[in-house]
């Protein structure tokens, strides 16, 4: 939803009709404004000649298109990929259907910071990509380095049934993880970890609880035996956690039930990700919560509408034909894979080699440099749409997306549009029916209509859809399962033992407003500071204090992080919620094109990754690489919010009130 | 104020200091006081609030070396502190404020503008007049709470290159060099809803209106009204959480979470927080 004025968009808001947002809105949903009005936006399509793109007429693109890719062509389906990222609902579709036309199975799906680790642990044991979670219900949730708050599926949702979470009787949270989230942040625990451990300490918590009767009955014999090699000392030793603190969440955990048993990227980005992860949910399952805090979400009677999420996979296929010049033609779109992927990849390079590339864009970004045609197209807010999150709370939700004004620029097109007339250049009979997007989805649309038992005609169904922003539909949930076997907790003995030449767990953290870097070139969200350092327009090392003393590091120090595969030189931050032996670097930042805002602006840690997978999924392990961390001799001042000063100095701003004390009940 | 105004009611200006009991709400205001609740324990620290922020008022994007020279233009930032009494760790997370223009009853700022730039608007606002301020920045010296903003430059040549300028909210002016600015409590959606309600011969219902950061918060951690209605929400929380708008030292019950920041010094704010809350035994 936005407000409009004379024909322009002003300000995003939340729909309150959405059981998702509920009305609200983050940050960047704030910015699509700016992602309208960028003064770097691309304004007309371009084409490459020579090194440089030139702008060219949407005739001439769409004849160009025609000739690389069109049905006299000659190309073949396999010669073709089309990458884009997380996608739903109609627009994806209509690239299925495009692609089927072209009789190729190429639909690479890639997001740099995809839920396919999670989803691959939820499968094997609940056998659904995402149970239901009810923070309302639990007592206590502990979360092993889920940041529900910042990042992940749904920030504005989760913060929603935090608040509810929070209210009389207040629940718990207790946050386990290697470096302090946002959702650490306002944990009533926040413990540190090794990366890479976490599966460890829930096995030891695990080995507390089925010392009693009540719990050792609800897992198979063999689970109780492999747990209790989990005694408090071997993963002390392993995790770096007090072993008084195991006990003690074990007896809290006993306590305050129904809990919830989290995860999040910290725990599922290592080699083994999916086991670590398993072992958190075993959790669950001894505490008996799953049935109660953990349930199925609806069943969504579209799966064709369903989200695909993307995964390292995927991305990995399409980079491996590139290289080995299987593409005569790749088209990318909502994806930046040149910004996103490891230097190892050479993904870029593989790129060059496709003879023919297509970038679809609001801003030429790094990856459409690359490319032989770069289209410029709708922004969110001037576009029809309609999508479906993966994670869906109530029934499920279809939000539909439709302009809140004209197109800005005369020449960008729409992507339905495009799509359709790329659709209609192998079945211009099959689509003649529908002239542009609109009324392909209005069709489309309209046929849901039996699903929700509206008995209104298709017009009204359809002007109240686009009203109320959103398509309820009642759906029956998911049953989910509760497999456990001893494989799927098999977790390494060693884990994660340290490398004399990369003494550092190397923690990419995705920044809230940042994620992926995709939203770096808006000046607000650059200039809002980072909830956890309040540092702006910039990249930083985050480093706890206690080794930057003993290293002789001080705020602003330029250090030289290096791993196997690169080098960045980023100034030190001390920070103390993290891990004494890991050191965090912010993803989203280093661009070197994208608009005036982001390029130039920090570096980007994606580039030094080490090739190192996650075992089950192919997932690039994000927290498995190792780093050296060596002092410049330079340094330049950390341009932050804060002051000086990082704490109260004995004033009543924040105050803090125990929660035995405080009477939640009684307020308002 | 005018001069006028001022020398034929010397009497009542030139008392010393507000005193307790001095002023009585329903005396004071007739049809709306506005102010806020602030729950710190349901506050993440998101900063969606401070771009809301920028997205209604026209906030100018000052950029990093500007920034770092402190003329960043936040009318709503999130404090972030650490526990004094950490150890390694910060175990008990991190407290984050959200911080804005407190309209203050007794604002230290209205009091030292040679010029009457900022002053006490019939609904409780601290306003700022943006055509009279001629930037002496005695206000922002005498804010307890840092809040006021200072245009150091011109920032309607140099923070919007074009097409941004077609974002900005045609209700807010656009500050130019030389003059104080602050959170207002989105008086250009109060004004909106004022006038709305008058027309229909009603004052304006409890949650009719809600600034841009109350709008955007996902936790709804900030709570908006008019405490002159003993209906509001905002009112039964004040009055539920034991703090007066016109008393300082604040006497309580020690499991009421209500009070006011840097309330000592008088400034009788408009902004109530309720207090972060841990569990301790976690
Ligand atoms: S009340 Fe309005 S002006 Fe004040 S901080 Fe909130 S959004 Fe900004
Ligand atoms: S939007 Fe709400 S939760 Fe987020 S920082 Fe502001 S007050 Fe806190």
């Given at each position: 939803m936005g407000r409009v004025r004379e024909g322009r968009v002003l300000k995003m808001e939340g729909n309150p009709e959405s059981k998702i947002s509920g009305g609200k809105i983050c940050g960047l949903g704030q910015a699509a404004v700016q992602v309208q009005y960028n003064p770097d936006r691309l304004t007309q399509p371009m084409m490459r000649v020579g090194d440089s793109l030139q702008p060219v007429s949407w005739d001439k693109a769409m004849a160009l298109l025609e000739e690389k890719t069109g049905p006299k062509s000659g190309i073949n389906g396999n010669e073709f990929a089309f990458m884009t990222g997380a996608m739903s609902g109609h627009l994806k579709v209509l690239?299925?259907?495009y692609l089927d036309s072209l009789g190729s199975k190429n639909h690479f799906v890639y997001e740099a910071l995809s839920p396919a680790v999670s989803f691959a642990a939820n499968k094997q044991i609940y056998g659904v990509d995402m149970p239901r979670l009810h923070f309302d219900k639990a007592k206590l949730i502990l979360s092993f380095g889920s940041d529900f708050l910042g990042t992940g599926a749904s920030p504005v949702h989760f913060a929603k049934e935090y608040a509810k979470f929070r209210k009389a009787p207040r629940g718990t949270l207790i946050q386990i993880e290697p470096k302090m989230t946002m959702t650490g942040a306002n944990a009533d625990r926040w413990i540190p970890i090794i990366p890479g451990t976490e599966g460890v300490l829930a096995l030891g918590v695990a080995n507390q609880l089925l010392k009693h009767d009540d719990f050792s009955k609800t897992v198979p014999a063999d689970i109780v035996n492999l747990v209790g090699k989990y005694d408090l000392d071997t993963v002390s030793s392993i995790t770096s956690v007090r072993s008084d603190l195991i006990g003690h969440l074990a007896g809290l955990l006993w306590e305050k039930s129904p809990s919830l048993v989290i995860s999040g990227a910290s725990v599922e980005g290592h080699v083994h990700g999916v086991q670590n992860a398993a072992a958190i949910q075993i959790l669950n399952r001894i505490l008996g919560n799953v049935g109660k805090t953990v349930d199925g979400q609806a069943q969504s009677p579209f799966p064709q509408l369903a989200p695909a999420t993307g995964s390292f996979a995927s991305l990995k296929a399409m980079n491996d034909g590139m290289g080995a010049g299987t593409y005569k033609a790749v088209f990318i779109y909502g994806a930046n894979p040149v910004f996103t992927t490891p230097s190892f990849m050479g993904f870029r390079d593989n790129l060059r080699k496709v003879p023919f590339k297509v970038a679809f864009v609001n801003a030429v970004d790094e990856t459409a440099?690359?490319?032989?045609?770069?289209?410029?197209?709708?922004?969110?807010?001037?576009?029809?749409?309609?999508?479906?999150?993966?994670?869906?709370?109530?029934?499920?939700?279809?939000?539909?997306?439709?302009?809140?004004?004209?197109?800005?620029?005369?020449?960008?097109?729409?992507?339905?549009?495009?799509?359709?007339?790329?659709?209609?250049?192998?079945?211009?009979?099959?689509?003649?029916?529908?002239?542009?997007?609109?009324?392909y989805l209005k069709t489309a649309v309209t046929n849901i209509k039996p699903a929700v038992k509206y008995t209104d005609t298709d017009e009204h169904f359809w002007y109240d859809t686009l009203s109320h922003g959103v398509i309820h539909v009642d759906a029956p949930q998911q049953q989910i399962a509760e497999n456990f076997s001893t494989e799927m907790l098999d977790l390494p003995t060693t884990v994660n033992s340290p490398d004399p030449k990369f003494p550092f767990y190397l923690i990419p953290s995705e920044r809230h407003y940042f994620r992926d870097g995709r939203h770096a070139n808006c000046g607000w969200l650059q200039e809002s500071p980072d909830p956890l350092t309040t540092?702006?327009?910039?990249?930083?090392?985050?480093?706890?204090?206690?080794?930057?003393?003993?290293?002789?590091?001080?705020?602003?120090?330029?250090?030289?992080?290096?791993?196997?595969?690169?080098?960045?030189?980023?100034?030190?931050?001390?920070?103390?919620?993290?891990?004494?032996?890991?050191?965090?670097?912010?993803?989203?930042?280093?661009?070197?094109?994208?608009?005036?805002?982001?390029k130039g602006v920090g570096v980007n840690p994606f580039k030094i990754l080490n090739p190192v997978f996650e075992k089950n999924t192919g997932e690039l392990a994000m927290f498995g690489t190792r780093v050296s961390v060596k002092r410049t001799g330079q340094s330049e001042i950390v341009v932050k919010d804060e002051g000086p000063v990082s704490t109260q100095m004995g004033r009543k701003l924040v105050v803090t009130l125990p929660a035995d004390v405080a009477q939640l009940s009684k307020e308002i | 104020m005018s001069i006028t105004n001022l020398l034929n009611n010397w009497s009542f200006y030139r008392q010393k200091r507000p005193y307790q009991g001095q002023y009585d709400l329903n005396r004071q205001y007739s049809e709306y006081k506005w102010a806020m609740a602030?729950?710190?324990?349901?506050?993440?620290?998101?900063?969606?609030?401070?771009?809301?922020?920028?997205?209604?008022?026209?906030?100018?994007?000052?950029?990093?070396?500007?920034?770092?020279?402190?003329h960043v233009m936040h009318w709503i930032r999130i404090e972030r502190y650490w526990d004094e009494n950490m150890g390694e760790f910060p175990e008990q997370g991190a407290s984050f404020l959200p911080m804005m223009c407190q309209q203050c009853e007794e604002a230290p700022c209205e009091t030292v503008c040679p010029v009457g730039a900022t002053s006490h608007t019939n609904d409780g606002l601290n306003?700022?007049?943006?055509?009279?301020?001629?930037?002496?920045?005695?206000?922002?010296?005498?804010?307890p709470y840092k809040v006021r903003y200072?245009?150091?430059?011109?920032?309607?040549?140099?923070?919007?290159?074009?097409?941004?300028?077609?974002?900005?909210?045609?209700?807010?002016?656009?500050?130019?060099?030389?003059?104080?600015?602050?959170?207002?409590?989105?008086?250009?959606?109060?004004?909106?809803?004022?006038?709305?309600?008058?027309?229909?011969?009603?004052l304006v219902r409890d949650g009719e209106v809600v600034p841009a950061?109350?709008?955007?918060?996902?936790?709804?951690?900030?709570?908006?009204?008019?405490?002159?209605?003993?209906?509001?929400?905002?009112?039964?929380?004040?009055?539920?959480?034991?703090?007066?708008?016109?008393?300082?030292?604040?006497?309580?019950?020690?499991?009421?979470?209500?009070?006011?920041?840097?309330?000592d010094l008088r400034p009788f704010p408009s902004v109530m927080y309720l207090e972060r809350v841990r569990d301790m035994e976690a």
């Open positions: 690239v299925q259907n440099e690359e490319c032989d045609l770069v289209l410029p197209i709708y922004t969110a807010v001037e576009d029809f749409g309609s999508h479906v999150a993966w994670y869906q709370p109530e029934g499920v939700e279809i939000t539909m997306q439709q302009p809140l004004m004209d197109k800005l620029y005369s020449d960008t097109r729409s992507m339905g549009d495009i799509m359709l007339d790329l659709v209609k250049q192998r079945r211009a009979d099959e689509y003649k029916a529908w002239p542009n997007f609109f009324s540092v702006v327009w910039d990249s930083w090392a985050e480093i706890h204090p206690k080794t930057a003393a003993s290293m002789g590091i001080h705020e602003g120090d330029y250090l030289e992080v290096s791993s196997q595969n690169g080098t960045i030189k980023v100034k030190a931050y001390l920070f103390p919620g993290i891990h004494p032996d890991a050191i965090s670097i912010p993803l989203g930042q280093g661009h070197e094109s994208l608009g005036r805002f982001a | 602030l729950d710190l324990d349901i506050c993440t620290g998101c900063n969606a609030c401070t771009t809301a922020c920028y997205a209604e008022n026209n906030l100018p994007v000052v950029g990093k070396k500007r920034f770092n020279q402190g306003s700022q007049n943006y055509h009279r301020c001629v930037g002496s920045r005695y206000c922002s010296v005498n804010c200072f245009n150091f430059w011109n920032y309607p040549s140099t923070a919007w290159p074009a097409p941004l300028p077609d974002q900005l909210n045609p209700d807010v002016t656009v500050r130019t060099k030389g003059i104080m600015e602050k959170c207002t409590f989105c008086v250009q959606r109060l004004n909106e809803a004022k006038s709305r309600a008058r027309t229909e011969y009603r950061c109350v709008q955007a918060c996902p936790t709804s951690a900030i709570t908006f009204g008019n405490i002159v209605d003993p209906k509001s929400k905002v009112a039964m929380m004040w009055k539920n959480q034991q703090v007066d708008l016109y008393k300082d030292m604040q006497e309580k019950d020690n499991s009421v979470r209500g009070y006011r920041i840097l309330e």
